[in-house]
């Protein structure tokens, strides 16, 4: 966090400056209360006679300290919360940016809730820190060192009593401080919990009302509710001992004050008004304490959020990019005794795989479900790292391409189509903001998405809904292949992308994709193999290996694997595949 203070210091030191002068007016204002009752009023210096000028002109001293001080005050509430805003909004930026740039892997790590949850409170967590330090935190310390300088000023009797008052209400604050902290940590994690459900929950609403599962999920959600305000209340209450043990330690040192004031007055030594002035600043004083106490409380929970943005700050990442910018092929890819298996998992995915795609061609991949079709696509835009072996993309390791020219070179559809709340346009054109209006057209057009498009009211300038709720499936589909036609990659990554495309609308697809698109390099991941007999090749992948390689007729013949998932959906060699 050094380097965020760093950064906007001046404005703190501002803040700080404001609310130094703000408490020294507060503080300069119980001795003309006591220059008025003690001369205006009692008129001690003058015989007994009340002087109504002294009170007129301490009066206007104090209407201009209180006007000063409220000045100056707002100042500093504008500085601090410049300062904490500012700090806050570089941070949650930096933190955003940081998760942008995890892989695959560190994101299921820390997971999308924590994450969220990370952004968003924790970051709020450590901006209320920062503003309440350095407003609250100089405001508590003038109060308790100037106050207490005022105080003994006044009688040094006095400084028996703050001897014996403030050690007591700072141990109480030390404790309670050393109690809770712990506390902070699991109530972020709490927090993280109840965020997963809710994200899980809306994301998958749809899903939840199908199965008529509102019952079971709000069950779920009241269980990570109820931990959370468990863990609250047990932070709560041990919170809530500080503050009754505080007044009275504050009522108990006033009495003192009043009663060691009294007898000083009946002595001769001070005047009323002096009491009076003490007995406000032993009051002030305290309450420095009482704010310094929050403040150290802001200060635990914030150095907890802060130690969780740390370790997503702090994370090293898992890939590290490479500095090649340019192949010597175009739309190669090779897998060279490729082995790979997920963080956490002793078994292997994928196990001493060896796969060749020429430029042009189109190959599909397909296996029974957990075959390691997804897992394999994965590594070639470099979402993970092998375990072992060698990934090629123009000849290249990928380990050795520098990540982003990397991933310009591949577009891919994933099996759960991504759309984004905003325009359609905007959405084809993500990955190409500079396509002018015809390449969308044209994109849509061979993803078969331009007819439904130009149905919505406003057609390419619809806004879709949060979460594409607006779309049904297969339109959710033909907008992520339009986005990834139209980024112009060299090589076009398929994952099960036309699985809520009816066959007709399939067809018409691959067909102008092979017509448009005659040069690229196509990797198409599919159950259907009426899909799969359209492309040049095909890889047959079992428990991870390559069980067989080649067209439609040779692998009947020679991939008992291939034969049973033809026969399982009533294919055979001699079938029309358009």
């Not at 002030?284 to 130690?307: C, D, E, K, P, Y």
Request: aromatic share 6%.
């Amino acid at each position: 966090m050094k380097k965020y203070i760093r950064r906007y210091w001046q404005l703190g030191a501002l803040c700080m400056i404001c609310k130094s002068l703000e408490v020294l007016a507060d503080l300069i204002q119980p001795q003309l209360m006591a220059e008025i009752v003690d001369e205006g009023i009692l008129g001690i210096g003058n015989g007994g006679s009340a002087d109504l000028s002294i009170v007129r002109s301490a009066g206007e001293k104090m209407l201009i300290l209180i006007a000063a001080g409220a000045l100056v005050g707002w100042l500093g509430g504008i500085f601090s919360n410049n300062f904490g805003q500012r700090a806050g909004n570089d941070l949650r930026k930096d933190c955003f940016r940081k998760v942008l740039h995890f892989s695959f892997s560190e994101v299921d790590q820390f997971s999308a809730g924590s994450l969220i949850t990370r952004v968003s409170s924790d970051v709020s967590q450590v901006q209320l820190m920062l503003s309440n330090v350095v407003r609250g935190g100089m405001r508590a310390l003038v109060f308790m060192a100037a106050g207490a300088w005022f105080l003994v000023s006044l009688d040094l009797r006095f400084r028996t009593i703050l001897l014996i008052a403030i050690p007591i209400v700072l141990a109480e604050v030390i404790w309670t401080v050393w109690r809770t902290s712990p506390m902070f940590l699991l109530l972020q994690e709490r927090l993280d919990r109840v965020n997963t459900v809710m994200r899980e929950n809306i994301s998958g609403v749809r899903v939840v009302k199908a199965f008529a599962q509102e019952e079971r999920e709000n069950e779920r959600f009241s269980r990570a509710n109820e931990d959370l305000a468990q863990t609250q209340f047990e932070v709560l209450l041990r919170i809530s001992y500080l503050q009754p043990v505080m007044n009275m330690v504050f009522n108990l040192a006033s009495a003192a004050v009043i009663r060691a004031g009294a007898i000083d007055v009946q002595a001769g030594v001070i005047e009323p008004g002096t009491v009076m002035a003490a007995v406000t600043y032993i009051t002030l004083i305290l309450n420095g304490v009482r704010m310094l106490a929050t403040i150290f409380q802001n200060l635990s929970r914030g150095i907890s959020s802060s130690a969780r943005l740390k370790e997503i700050l702090d994370a090293k990442p898992a890939m590290v990019s490479g500095s090649v910018q340019n192949g010597n092929g175009r739309g190669t890819v090779s897998f060279d005794h490729v082995s790979f298996r997920y963080r956490g998992m002793s078994k292997d995915v994928l196990s001493d795989l060896c796969l060749e795609v020429s430029s042009g061609e189109s190959l599909a991949i397909i296996g029974s479900t957990a075959s390691g079709k997804s897992s394999l696509i994965h590594l070639i835009p470099r979402f993970y790292d092998v375990t072992s072996g060698t990934v090629k993309v123009d000849g290249v390791d990928v380990k050795d391409w520098d990540l982003t020219e990397l991933r310009k070179r591949i577009s891919i559809v994933m099996q759960k189509s991504e759309v984004f709340s905003d325009t359609i346009r905007n959405n084809i054109a993500m990955g190409n903001r500079d396509a002018a209006e015809n390449d969308v057209v044209h994109a849509a057009e061979i993803a078969q998405a331009d007819d439904f498009i130009r149905r919505q009211k406003e057609g390419y300038d619809t806004m879709i809904a949060e979460g594409g709720m607006s779309l049904s499936g297969g339109q959710k589909q033909r907008l992520s292949i339009a986005r990834a036609l139209l980024k112009q990659a060299e090589i076009l990554i398929l994952d099960d992308a036309t699985s809520a495309l009816d066959l007709e609308t399939e067809a018409a697809f691959y067909h102008a994709l092979r017509t448009e698109r005659k040069n690229l390099t196509t990797i198409v991941i599919t159950q259907r193999i009426a899909t799969v007999r359209r492309c040049d090749r095909i890889a047959v992948l079992d428990h991870g290996r390559i069980a067989g390689i080649g067209n439609h007729e040779e692998l009947l013949k020679t991939c008992p694997v291939y034969a049973d998932l033809c026969s399982s959906q009533g294919m055979k060699g001699d079938e029309n595949h358009g």
